[in-house]
């Protein structure tokens, strides 16, 4: 089946340091999904790429979509406290709008 | 939050008890998930539902069952927990966001099988 693999698991970075996490998918895409998980709480949908070689900002938030559409990634700039949490990819799967998480990469900022 | 809760948000129980959880939205979805989370595994499917009495198993669907008896409600079963059971459980739903459908999830059930 399909898998969706993510790197890295973990990330320390000094506050105002950049941060990447990366996403790769086993399949091709029709679209991939991004998640962010604050500690102690659940998944809550950031953004969605739809087009290959889509670019996507939010804030200090960029989010990539490969051209073949089977990779993304998420770059977040001057990381600052707020962005402590896991950062999820997620693709499509199944008939039933599933969806096949990335196991996710668990971002802390050190102030 | 789509209106998604889950109860109860946290139990403790002993192997071999069964242990249902309920997940319950108001928002009248029809594509309803249940997922466990563990450290380093992510967000893994255990079963989903497409409609009232329309389920099906997901990636890790051993020792759980689901029902669907009402749009609004989705329950998981574990008939007779184990220790590897113990784990974080969300409940999501599928909702047609800009581009394509996206979940919401709820806060989740955080399950101790001693």
């Known amino acids: 089946g399909q898998q969706v693999m993510q790197i890295p698991q973990y990330q320390h970075v000094q506050e105002g340091e950049d941060f990447t996490t990366y996403c790769n998918s086993s399949?091709?895409?029709?679209?991939i999904q991004w998640y962010k998980q604050r500690p102690g709480g659940h998944p809550v949908f950031l953004i969605q790429?739809?087009?290959?070689?889509e670019v996507k900002k939010q804030k200090r938030l960029t989010f990539q979509f490969g051209e073949a559409k089977k990779n993304s990634s998420l770059h977040i700039t001057a990381t600052q406290t707020t962005d402590v949490g896991t950062y999820f990819c997620?693709?499509?799967?199944?008939?039933?709008?599933?969806?096949?998480f990335g196991s996710g990469t668990q971002l802390t900022v050190l102030p | 939050d789509a209106g998604i809760t889950q109860s109860p948000r946290h139990k403790v129980t002993e192997t071999g008890t069964p242990v249902t959880l309920r997940c319950h939205q108001t928002?009248?979805?029809?594509?309803m998930y249940w997922y466990r989370q563990d450290p380093g595994h992510g967000l893994r499917l255990i079963h989903y539902?497409?409609?009232?009495?329309?389920?099906d198993k997901g990636e890790v669907s051993d020792g759980y069952s689901v029902s669907r008896s009402k749009t609004e409600d989705f329950l998981l079963t574990l008939e007779s927990a184990t220790s590897s059971q113990t784990s974080v459980y969300f409940c999501?739903?599928?909702?047609?966001?800009?581009?394509?459908?996206?979940?919401?999830f709820g806060p989740g059930t955080r399950l101790t099988v001693l």
């Open positions: 997620a693709g499509p799967s199944g008939s039933a709008r599933q969806l096949t």
């Open positions: 399949t091709t895409l029709s679209n």
């Open positions: 790429l739809v087009k290959s070689g």
């Open positions: 928002e009248n979805h029809r594509y």
């Open positions: 539902s497409y409609g009232v009495k329309d389920t």
């Open positions: 999501a739903i599928a909702k047609r966001g800009e581009l394509t459908d996206t979940q919401y």
